[in-house]
């Protein structure tokens, strides 16, 4: 196992967005495009950087959090990092995005890393709401030593469209104290195709980045397709 440390000092060197910038609004923050997911507003005291990130929250798994995941859900997603800065003060996150289709989920969930190819060609399509459900099932056998669920997944409705969210967190310890982090995951559903995205913030006093980010992807402008 490595013995580095998140290395979160860096994510404060990032100067601005690497995704491309469509308007900007100082009060709104700046509207950017996020694949397959549609269009974003970045509050303009967060700043985002595609990339990997060690976390000790993955600490078993050489802190690979995408590592940690394919245990789970054996599915390759694209990462960011994150940083929100308020009046100098800093908030470090990372986010995973995962853009599958109905049958690579349900696959996913079986613990197979490749669809079944003949279910979805005689068009037996699974239904989104039994797939949540029985992801809720898995989270609670599969999850690591020291994780919890703190809220299963559940639909809610933001602005017309529809979302599953579930919220985990993991304990460790920290320099000899307990460290929580929070863990936000967010499916949305269209057509055969789900998009996810994996949050993990510390979500402690004072702290706002996950719900920041949640809001972020749960109001973003759907793209015609």
């Not at 239904?127 to 919890?148: K, V």
């Amino acid at each position: 196992m490595k013995k580095k440390v998140v290395c979160m000092v860096t994510l404060a060197l990032v100067a601005a967005l690497s995704l491309p910038v469509l308007a900007k609004d100082k009060d709104k923050g700046v509207e950017t495009p996020f694949a397959n997911w549609g269009i974003i507003t970045v509050p303009t005291d967060l700043q985002m950087n595609q990339g990997t990130q060690e976390m000790l929250t993955a600490q078993r798994y050489g802190n690979d959090v995408t590592r940690m995941l394919e245990q789970i859900y054996p599915v390759e997603p694209v990462s960011w990092q994150v940083v929100q800065i308020d009046q100098g003060m800093f908030q470090y996150g990372y986010v995973l995005r995962y853009s599958v289709n109905l049958w690579q989920v349900e696959s996913a969930l079986q613990g197979r890393s490749t669809e079944n190819a003949y279910l979805r060609d005689i068009g037996d399509k699974p239904d989104a709401a039994t797939l949540m459900s029985h992801a809720n099932n898995r989270l609670i056998t599969m999850l690591p030593a020291g994780w919890s669920v703190v809220k299963p997944f559940t639909a809610k409705t933001v602005k017309g469209t529809k979302f599953y969210e579930a919220t985990l967190a993991d304990q460790f310890i920290v320099n000899q104290a307990y460290f929580t982090e929070t863990v936000r995951v967010i499916s949305w559903v269209h057509g055969n195709a789900v998009e996810i995205a994996v949050v993990f913030a510390h979500n402690g006093d004072g702290e706002n980045l996950l719900d920041t980010v949640t809001d972020m992807l749960e109001h973003a402008k759907k793209m015609p397709r």
